[in-house]
């Protein structure tokens, strides 16, 4: 799995690169960052293209400048690289520091981890559940269902290349996809492997054929088979 991490890179943010990276890659994982020049008030298209090859993104916004001394504001280029994680509908966690505007941060409805500077030890705690959750996939195969859908209708094209498979993938509000899948022939019907998949997770089937279209509803990964209509 690639994470992106998003944070300050100063001294203040050093402890993210040395605590939180290393966390990241004992589980397997492979650290992305996005430590480039915002020349503009635009996201760079390096950083961006980083963010789509990445499977998840963990945002920290910290403290950066106060405004009246009383509300403090964070790093905007991590703003922008949350917000790019979201409208690509990436599985994303924001760490909050304390003291930090709201509208600094995102006000969208998703996973956020709280962080307080002397309490450094039970957001780590939180960052470890949040990426150990993250890793708790499967690699699923799937059948396609009804039998006679799938060997009347499909079996007949899957040499055909105008054939086209994908699935979404479900977890809450959370949607994760259109991923590209191969239908194949196997002993008892036709199936299709979905690798990585979390085991709380629905999925939905979607095949096209020229003007014609199959697709299901989310189902249970758990489920013998997907029934497609």
Known sequence: ???????????????????????????????????????????????????????????????????????????????????????????????????????????????????????RDKCLVDIVKAIGAWHQTDNVKIQLLPDGLANNDLRPLLRDRGLSCKYVIRVGNFEDGPFEAEIKPIKGGLFINAPSVPRDALIQINITYGNRVWSSDYESTDSYGIHLR
């Open 1 to 119: 799995m690639n994470i992106f991490v998003a944070y300050g890179y100063n001294p203040r943010d050093q402890w993210i690169k040395d605590m939180v990276s290393p966390i990241i890659e004992s589980f397997g994982s492979t650290v992305i960052t996005g430590e480039e020049t915002y020349d503009g008030p635009n996201i760079p298209e390096n950083v961006l293209t980083k963010i789509r090859r990445s499977d998840a993104l963990l945002g920290f916004t910290t403290k950066r400048t106060t405004q009246n001394n009383v509300v403090w504001q964070t790093h905007q280029w991590v703003v922008m690289e949350l917000a790019a994680a979201i409208t690509l509908k990436k599985r994303v966690v924001e760490v909050r520091e304390a003291g930090v505007d709201a509208q600094g941060g995102l006000a969208q409805n998703l996973q956020r981890i709280d962080y307080a500077e002397g309490a």
